[in-house]
């Protein structure tokens, strides 16, 4: 086993490098630090995590909305 560079959308994010039997991820950008130093079976299952870590990140445009409070509302 080597070590292997783990990349997403084309960036690398992370390698995993050999740990007694298995591989042990190391971030290297900040968005995937919550995998840093965890280990996987194989460089495929690091690859499927970095996809569910960064898939769980991403903040839908429509949550961003905030809503409309410029009316003012008379009381009568």
Same mark, same amino acid.
């Given at each position: 086993?080597?070590? !292997? #560079?783990?990349?997403?959308?084309?960036?690398? $994010?992370? #390698? $995993? =490098?050999? +740990?007694?039997?298995?591989?042990?991820? $190391?971030? =290297?950008?900040?968005? $995937?630090?919550?995998? +840093? %130093?965890?280990?996987?079976? %194989?460089?495929?299952?690091?690859? =499927?995590?970095?996809?569910?870590?960064?898939?769980? !990140? &991403?903040?839908?445009?429509?949550?961003?909305?905030?809503? +409309? &409070? %410029?009316? #003012?509302?008379?009381?009568?």
């Amino acid at each position: 086993m080597n070590k !292997q #560079v783990i990349e997403f959308g084309g960036e690398a $994010v992370g #390698v $995993v =490098v050999p +740990d007694a039997d298995r591989l042990k991820f $190391v971030a =290297v950008k900040y968005h $995937v630090w919550d995998l +840093d %130093s965890r280990h996987f079976r %194989s460089a495929d299952e690091a690859r =499927v995590a970095v996809r569910q870590l960064m898939a769980a !990140q &991403t903040i839908r445009p429509a949550a961003l909305r905030v809503p +409309d &409070t %410029s009316a #003012v509302y008379a009381v009568a």
